[in-house]
Every structure is written in C-alpha cells, then in structure tokens.
C-alpha cells in the first residue's frame, strides 16, 4: 500500500516522499482512516511503528491556519515534544501552518509569543496548565487532543494535570489516545473523556525476527569490565548503555573515557539544551554510544540504533520493553544485551512473567577485569574474575561497582516545574514497584530462568516457587 491509497492530499504525501516515506506502517493503515472520519482512537502499538505520522497527517490535513490553536498535542517530556514538532513540520513541509512547542525550564516568553500564532500546540502538562491559567492558551477552538505516550503520563503521575487540560476543551472535540499499554487509568480517561471509541492495535512489542535477546549471569563488580569487553568486540552503529540512576550514568560515562572509549551520557539532570544537543549529535554518530537513564527510554525516536546494553534492569518491568524498544525499529534488526547480578534477578523474573520475550542466556567470555573509579564514593582494591588485580566501586555504591544503599531513579515526576522537569499536579500515578521474591538463594551463579545457558532455546520461563 501507499500512502495515496489513504485519500491524504497530495502536499502531504510529497513531504512524506521528501522524508523517504512512501508506504505507510501498520498503525497508519489502520488508524489514519479512523481519525479521518472524526472518531476517537485508541492506538496500542509498538516503539517506532510510526505514530506520530498516524496521528500527525490527518491533524495537518484539517488545519485551517491563523484560525487560533485548532490541535493539542500533549507529551511527557520535553523531548518527545521538540521531536515532534519537527516531524509536524517535514510532514508539513507543503502546508501552511503554524506549531508551538511549549515544555518547562525554558523561558515563557517566547512560547508566550509562538501561541499565539500558533494552529497546533505540542506540550508537556505542567507547562501547558500554566500556560493555561496564567497567560494567553485559549483551548476553545480546540478540534482534536492527542495524548502520546499517554500510559508514560500516567506512570509519572500526570492523570490530574491531563484532566485538568481536557477540562478545558469543549466536549465535542475528537481525542486520539496513543500508547503502547493500556492501564486503569487509560480506562478512566477512555470513559469520562472519549466517545464511543474505536481501538487500532498491532503488536505492543518488537518481533524476534527483528530483535535479538540475552544476558549475562554476571557478578555485580564484574559488570563494567564486561561492559567494556562487548563494546570492543560487538560490530555497532548506534548503541545505548541504559542504566537506572543519574549516578550510574555519570560513573560509567566516566569510566567508559578513561577506558579510550567515545561516549556521551543524557539524564534528567541535564540542561535542557544539553539533552538535545546530545541527542542531536548522537543521531549523527558523534559519538556512536550514549549512556542513557530511562529519560531516552520512551518516546524518541532515535533511529539506526543496532545495541541496547542494559547495565541493570529499573525496578519497573515495563521500562524493559521500551529500553529494548529503541532499537530492531521500522523493520531493521537489533540486539538487547542485559548483565543481571543478583540485584536484578526478581525484577527480570517479573519481566519474563509478564511479557512475551525470548531472552537468551549467552555464557561469560573470559575479558579483562578492569580498574572502576567510583569518583567520591571511593575506591577498594580486589582480585578480578582470572586473576589480575583491579579496583572497584565500594560497596554502597549502588549500581555502579558495590551494593548497598538505594538511590531514587531518573523521574521526571520528582522535580518540579522550577527545575530541570516537568512537574505534574499531583502525584496520581502508579506507585512503586517492588519486585516479587522468588526465594532464590545468594548466589548469583547458575540461576535458572528456564533454560540453559548454552542452547539459549526456547522462551524462558519461571521456576516454580
């Protein structure tokens, strides 16, 4: 099928064709005629099954511009909405309109400014309420909401703020809902703000013919050394390094250097210029490795990514799926490699339990065991995996070298609107997961998940408790 085949005009279809675009996925075939005739949606799709074309053409094939803002867009953070507004605008390339990006840590101003000759606003929550409540957002002429990543939102505890915004827009306005899971709380929204909707759905998760699982059983102080022998010996083009803390991704985007490795670490933490130049720079290959925490996890589109290497796993399964889910995109193959240490071991029970995934163990290579720099958590000296001496992070240091005390994740959710992030009213989201006990011992050697580790066949399953 081509794009022509869905009665999108043809300005449209030669920016399409301009972006090499010429035959739409499988949630454009099935949700574009369903926006086009004014339904609501609910799209349940995969990580890079191309969404925000799904959503974006039929927005841009209505607008009528300097009709005041016409389409909301809201997103969970602020790069999926920059992201997005280019999109909008190299699908739009032949159209006139006009679109605002607005998200916090940023001065009002100018976004103040761009609303106002706005036909389309992309935004995060909490600077959308403000926007709202304290300046020039008028939501009265509203023709259609799109929440992307809308079980994201509700995760990191938006579910009022939306509420609040939908408020605001009259009640016969089209609302499309994307995601790649569905929650109680997407139910909720679904009953008391859409009508009568209809859901377009293709596989949540990347097919094994595209992407390639495994792990490694390793030990915790073991883990950066084997890090650092796999990045030497996989043949990459992009690859991400996901890590569950802004602490780990510091000390390991550090240690990587000194190991004469090109690297470059995103967090919350980051100004927001530096997050976008970094992410701008990493599609360029400049470098070719990014150390991420779970901010690059959802949403972007970063494409040609060949590597996802989980340095440990975040205490909510689902953030596997849509770590792994940056990479095997748009048809193109990729691999997932996790190290688990003990640590991780209930967490991955819980992910293999609740999605269908077919991780394959693969067995420790020997590699160099190498010297760890915890930075101001110091240091100890240890003998490595084979013998040769080397230093490590201490114990307490948690997720770097060591074990110990816990250190909160890289949330959007916990900061406010004055900082770094986007703060949502309140905090209505999912609370925080704890992971099952399976009651396995100590060791984190020979640890059965259902298979072998060297025929690495079949899907892995639980052991009885």
Known sequence: MIFEELNINKELVQ???????TEPTEIQVKAIPLIKQGKDVISISKTGSGKT??????????????????????VPVRELAVQISKELKKFGKHIRFSAATVYG???????????????????TPGRLLDHLENHKLELSR????????????????????????????PKNRQMLLFGATLSNEIEILKREYMHQPLTARTESHVGEEYLEQYYYDVKQHEKFSLLVHLLKKEEKDLAIIFCSTRSTVEAITKNLRENGIKVDMIHGKLTQNRRLRVIENFHKGMPNVLVASAVAARGLDIKDVTHIFNYDLSQD???????????????KSGKAITLLSERDHDVFREI???????????????????????????????????????????????GLGGYGRHERSDRPSSYGERG???????????????????GHGSSSRGRSFG???????????????
């Open 15 to 21: 920016g399409l064709k301009e972006m090499g675009l």
């Open 53 to 74: 074309a799904a959503f974006g053409v039929p927005i841009l094939e209505n607008v009528k511009h300097g009709q005041g803002v016409q389409y909301l867009v809201v």
């Open 105 to 123: 840590g940023m001065s009002i101003n100018p976004q103040i400014e761009a609303i106002e000759r706005a036909d389309i606003v992309v935004g």
């Open 142 to 169: 509203i023709k259609c909401v799109v929440l992307d990543e809308a079980d994201k939102m509700v995760e990191m505890g938006f579910i009022n703020d939306i509420r609040r915004i939908l408020n605001k827009t």
């Open 317 to 331: 399964a689902q953030e596997y799926i849509h770590r792994v889910g940056r990479t095997a995109r748009a048809g």
């Open 352 to 398: 293999l339990s609740r999605y269908p995934v077919n991780v394959k163990q693969l067995p420790l290579e020997d590699f160099e065991m190498l010297k760890f720099n915890a930075g101001t958590r110091g240091s100890f000296r240890g003998r490595g995996r084979f013998g040769s001496r080397g230093g490590f992070g201490r114990p307490g240091s948690r």
């Open 420 to 438: 770094s992030f986007d703060r949502p009213s309140s905090y209505g989201g999912r609370s925080s997961y704890r992971p099952r006990s399976y």
């Open 451 to 465: 298979h072998s580790s060297s025929s690495g066949h079949g899907r892995s399953r639980l052991p009885r408790r």
